[in-house]
């Protein structure tokens, strides 16, 4: 079982839609939890990160965790052709303050 | 990407040839990391350090040397380049806590 899972999509949602992005993680342990947003040839950019049970909302982006699932999600509101990026999942090692384990990434396409 | 800068932002390598991926950090973290993407592929740590003169390999170290002599320079040394190490390079600092910054990468085509 891979540490961090992601499906690497694409996740095709028409413009205005909610666009639900989903990672699953292995290590119990885990205590920190990020997504950054990957346009086409560009580097890896932190857009929420998420520590505590629950929701996290900024602006139209909220972090949702679920610790005992082991799953976070991220959820993009009135989705934009500009959100079309590959979202990659991070979570914190429990084992290794110092590294996050990252997913393969979704793919995310928003069409007009 | 402010705060780690990496040069060169493109280089074509022949086979066999080496070459040094610079990158350099304005904010004196001690942890640094670097990866390499491949197409449609997740990032594979390839080496980490934790201060000046402390590293450590990661997942895909083997073809790759790195030094740390300041807390702000951290180069990622290829020796005999190899069509695998064709790949998009990227440098980044900061720790599993409260995320990592990358910076703009290093697109390398071995040929």
């Known amino acids: 079982q891979k540490e961090v899972e992601q499906n690497s999509g694409p996740l095709s949602v028409p413009e205005g839609a909610i666009a639900s992005l989903n990672c699953t993680y292995s290590d119990r342990g885990s205590q920190s939890f990020f997504w950054y947003r990957q346009y086409s040839g560009k580097s890896p950019e932190l857009i929420m990160f998420i520590y505590s049970n629950g929701d996290k909302e900024d602006g139209r982006f909220t972090a949702q965790l679920n610790k005992a699932s082991q799953y976070v999600s991220l959820l993009i509101r009135d989705s934009q052709p500009s959100d079309s990026a590959t979202y990659l999942c991070?979570?914190?090692?429990?084992?290794?303050?110092?590294?996050?384990?990252f997913g393969t990434g979704t793919r995310l396409q928003v069409f007009p | 990407n402010a705060g780690v800068t990496q040069t060169p932002k493109f280089r074509i390598l022949k086979i066999g040839q080496s070459m040094t991926l610079q990158c350099t950090q304005d904010?004196?973290?001690?942890?640094m990391y670097w990866y390499r993407q491949d197409p449609g592929m997740g990032l594979k740590l390839i080496y980490y350090s934790v201060g000046a003169g402390i590293t450590d390999k990661g997942e895909v170290p083997n073809g790759y040397n790195v030094s740390r002599s300041t807390t702000e320079d951290f180069p990622l040394r290829l020796e005999l380049a190899a069509p695998s190490q064709t790949s998009v390079y990227f440098c980044a600092r900061g720790t599993g806590d409260y995320g990592y910054t990358f910076g703009s990468g290093t697109r390398l085509t071995v040929v």
């Open positions: 991070a979570v914190g090692s429990p084992w290794n303050t110092d590294k996050l384990i």
């Open positions: 904010m004196n973290h001690n942890y």
